[in-house]
C-alpha cells in the first residue's frame, strides 16, 4: 500500500496582518516585502559568496517561487547579485552593496479604520477604498492594516483605538467615516489622522470625501424641476453639523422655488440608526404630507423604502419618486432601475495617496476634498401626480 505523504503547508507571509482583513492582497506588496527582506539578508552578510536558490528563498520568506522570482530580479537589476557561470548560481557582490544606500526600504504602516454598517460588515464603498489604497501605496513602500471598529455612534473608543495604535505602530490613521471623537483622540494622542468622508465639527482633520450636501442639492434640482416639494429626507442618527447642513439645503433649495419647508414632512428626524427608526421617520412625513418624492442618504435606506412604500400600495415612480445619495453594484439587479450617485472611489483614493505620500500633509489641517458624486437618472423618479 502506498502512502500519500502529505505536503508541508507553506506559512502565510500575512500572517501578520489583522484578521478583520478585507478583500484581496495586492500581489505587488508580497513581492515588494520580498524584496526588502532579501536585500536586509545580504547587507547584513546572511549568505558568504553565493546566495540559496529560488525555492529555498521562497520557502524561507514564505512566499510563491513565482513571487520570489520577481524579487530576485529586482535586487539582480541593482547589480547587488548576478546568476552567470555553469552552475547558474546567484553570486554575490560585496562591492555593490556596500556602496548602494536606501536600497533596503522600511515598510511604512497605514492603518485603516471602518465603521461596521452591520454585526461584522464594512461600511459600503470600504472594500473599493481598500482595494484602490493597496494598489496605489504598495508599489511605494505600504502596508495596510485594515480595522472594523463600532464608532458610528460617534462614541469615543479612546481604548481601543490606543490598543490598535500600539499594535501596528502606523505612520499615519485613515479613518473611513470619520467622527468628531476620533478626532478628538487624533488631536490628544498627536496621531495624524485623515479622513475618508466623515463629519469634523470643530476638529481640524485632513479630510477628502464625496459630498452628500453637493448630491443633496443636485437631487432636489432635478425632483424641484419635476414639480416635486413634497420631498422627504428622513435623517437617523446623524452627526449634527452633518444633519444641520442637509437641512439648510433642502430648505434653501424649497424657499427659493417658492415652496414651504416643514420640518417633519421634508427633514424628518430621529436619534437612534434602526429599521424600526427610520420608519418612523417615513410615518411622520406621510403623516404630515404625504411625500411626493425620497431621497435617500445610504443604500439600505433606499431599499428599506422601497419596502416601505411597496407596503403601502404605492407605485415607483408612478406615485412615489425615490432617489439614492448612495450607489451599490445591485442596482442592475433591480426594476425600475434605481435613480442614484455613483462615487468616484478611484479619485478618492488617490487623492489620500498623495496626501499620505507628502509628509507635509500630515499635520495641514486645511486639507478639503470634496468631490462630487455621478448622477445616474435611472427609473425611479417621475413628475408627481398632483
Not at 120 to 134: F, H, K, V
Not at 236 to 263: G, P
Not at 321 to 341: E, I, K, Q, R
Not at 372 to 386: C, F, L, Q, S, Y
Request: aromatic share 8%; with cysteine; net charge positive.
Amino acid at each position: 500500500m502506498q502512502v500519500t505523504r502529505k505536503r508541508k503547508k507553506r506559512a502565510n507571509p500575512m500572517a501578520n496582518l489583522s484578521q478583520h482583513l478585507a478583500g484581496p492582497v495586492e500581489k505587488d506588496s508580497r513581492v515588494l516585502q520580498a524584496e526588502i527582506a532579501l536585500r536586509r539578508n545580504l547587507r547584513a552578510g546572511s549568505w558568504e559568496k553565493y546566495m540559496p536558490g529560488i525555492r529555498t528563498l521562497a520557502n524561507s520568506f514564505g512566499v510563491s517561487p513565482a513571487t520570489m522570482v520577481k524579487a530576485v530580479e529586482r535586487v539582480r537589476g541593482d547589480g547587488w547579485i548576478s546568476n552567470e557561470g555553469a552552475r547558474c548560481r546567484f553570486s554575490i557582490h560585496r562591492d555593490v552593496i556596500l556602496k548602494s544606500k536606501g536600497k533596503e526600504q522600511v515598510l511604512r504602516t497605514l492603518l485603516l479604520l471602518a465603521p461596521k454598517s452591520g454585526r461584522n460588515e464594512p461600511a459600503r464603498g470600504t472594500s473599493q477604498i481598500l482595494l484602490y489604497l493597496w494598489e496605489m501605496l504598495a508599489p511605494h513602500g505600504w502596508s495596510i492594516r485594515f480595522h472594523l471598529d463600532d464608532y458610528a455612534s460617534g462614541k469615543r473608543r479612546q481604548k481601543q483605538w490606543d490598543e490598535l495604535v500600539e499594535m501596528e505602530k502606523p505612520q499615519a490613521v485613515l479613518a473611513v467615516l470619520g467622527t468628531p471623537a476620533m478626532a478628538a483622540w487624533a488631536r490628544d494622542a498627536k496621531i495624524p489622522i485623515f479622513f475618508c468622508g466623515g463629519a469634523l465639527e470643530d476638529f481640524p482633520v485632513p479630510i477628502a470625501g464625496i459630498s452628500t450636501g453637493m448630491m443633496l442639492e443636485e437631487a432636489l434640482d432635478h425632483l424641484i424641476s419635476l414639480g416635486h416639494h413634497k420631498i422627504t429626507l428622513p435623517l437617523c442618527q446623524r452627526a449634527k453639523s452633518f444633519s444641520t447642513s442637509l437641512k439648510k439645503s433642502m430648505s434653501h433649495r424649497l424657499i427659493q422655488a417658492n415652496y414651504d419647508f416643514i420640518s417633519e414632512l421634508n427633514t424628518p428626524t430621529s436619534d437612534e440608526n434602526t429599521p424600526a427608526a427610520f420608519r418612523m421617520c417615513l410615518d411622520r412625513a406621510f403623516a404630515a404630507g404625504p411625500p411626493t418624492a425620497i431621497v435617500c442618504v445610504e443604500w439600505r435606506e433606499f431599499m428599506a423604502t422601497l419596502c416601505y412604500v411597496k407596503d403601502k400600495g404605492l407605485r415607483v415612480p408612478q406615485d412615489i419618486s425615490l432617489v439614492s445619495l448612495s450607489f451599490d453594484h445591485t442596482v442592475d439587479w433591480l426594476s425600475p432601475s434605481p435613480t442614484c450617485f455613483q462615487y468616484p472611489i478611484e479619485k478618492l483614493a488617490a487623492t489620500l495617496c498623495d496626501w499620505l505620500e507628502d509628509m507635509s500633509t500630515y499635520y495641514n489641517y486645511n486639507l478639503n476634498a470634496q468631490l462630487r458624486g455621478i448622477w445616474v437618472k435611472g427609473e425611479t423618479i417621475a413628475a408627481p401626480r398632483d
